[in-house]
């Protein structure tokens, strides 16, 4: 009994050595981390009140063990999914502090909306589209209209309405789960895109704000403008590294948005109400190294078996 009494004395002083350790690390390296992404990183999905949850707590556990790896030896402390967890290291490019300067005076999210926005206005689709595209058409072939059973309806006005199966059709101001969660993949990736030959009204008063600041900010030139619309397009004066790694952001957080929406049906399919939904923290952090190497960090958006209630329209 004395001898494992010792032996415990002796992991809990390991870990507490780790925990140190760890704090010590997280204070040196707060300056790297440059941003940190998701699927509600730009324009917020849905309302949602802020609480620690197990999957909160795991990716905490998750980020301290890859700042300051966890001894084998001290496993036991943990559950098993900390280190059965997969996360991405993705080397960037060497422009840490091209970014930086960038970040002085354009915030992301108006960094990501001069991004799209510009490409749309000189005739390109954003590369993300595709892998949108390709998720509403999943969901549609999963779950096609004339076939909808579903015994939920979220109504375009707000509140839900749960009836019957093959009833929902009589309400016409209704759209099923599946319906929804198409929709909202479009109207957040797909409405502003050259399909639709032209921008909506708020996106055009958007573009505007985002030209002017871009250029008033050194960020972007005009170099022309569109025959219709006399608006100005943009050539973005960064480093092709550096365009390259917002694409893939914009990638990474259109996949989490994709895979959040995946759980959120898979919940509904095995019992819970639409308004009940999990907000996954961000997954995607962007961290710069001493040398001013970026590193893109991601660790795939996870599943909490306890949901939590959340309005989400």
Request: proline fraction near 5%; include cysteine; glycine fraction near 4%.
């Amino acid at each position: 009994m004395l001898n494992k009494h010792f032996n415990q004395i002796k992991q809990f002083d390991k870990f507490q050595y780790w925990r140190n350790v760890a704090e010590n690390s997280v204070i040196q390296c707060r300056n790297r981390w440059l941003g940190a992404f998701g699927s509600n990183t730009m324009y917020p999905y849905f309302p949602f009140s802020q609480f620690i949850s197990d999957h909160d707590q795991l990716m905490i556990m998750n980020k301290l063990g890859w700042i300051k790896p966890i001894p084998k030896e001290l496993s036991e402390l943990f559950v098993d999914s900390l280190f059965s967890t997969e996360f991405e290291i993705q080397y960037c490019c060497n422009a840490g502090n091209e970014l930086k300067n960038i970040l002085s005076s354009f915030p992301y999210k108006d960094l990501f909306g001069l991004i799209m926005l510009a490409e749309i206005v000189r005739g390109e689709s954003p590369a993300f589209q595709k892998s949108v595209k390709t998720a509403i058409d999943g969901i549609n072939l999963k779950h096609p209209s004339q076939k909808c059973n579903c015994t939920w309806g979220i109504s375009r006005l707000g509140g839900l309405v749960n009836c019957l199966p093959g009833e929902l059709h009589y309400y016409s101001d209704c759209l099923c789960p599946y319906e929804f969660a198409a929709k909202k993949l479009y109207d957040k990736w797909l409405s502003f895109s050259p399909d639709n030959h032209f921008l909506n009204h708020e996106s055009w008063i958007d573009y505007d704000v985002l030209a002017t600041k871009a250029e008033y900010n050194e960020i972007a030139s005009i170099v022309g403008y569109t025959i219709r619309e006399r608006k100005p397009i943009l050539e973005l004066n960064w480093s092709d590294k550096l365009n390259e790694l917002f694409n893939v952001i914009l990638e990474k957080i259109v996949s989490a948005h994709i895979d959040e929406l995946k759980n959120w049906l898979s919940s509904i399919e095995i019992g819970n109400p639409p308004n009940v939904r999990e907000r996954f923290p961000p997954n995607i952090y962007l961290v710069q190294n001493q040398n001013s190497d970026l590193q893109l960090i991601s660790w795939p958006v996870g599943r909490n078996q306890q949901l939590h209630t959340l309005k989400i329209y």
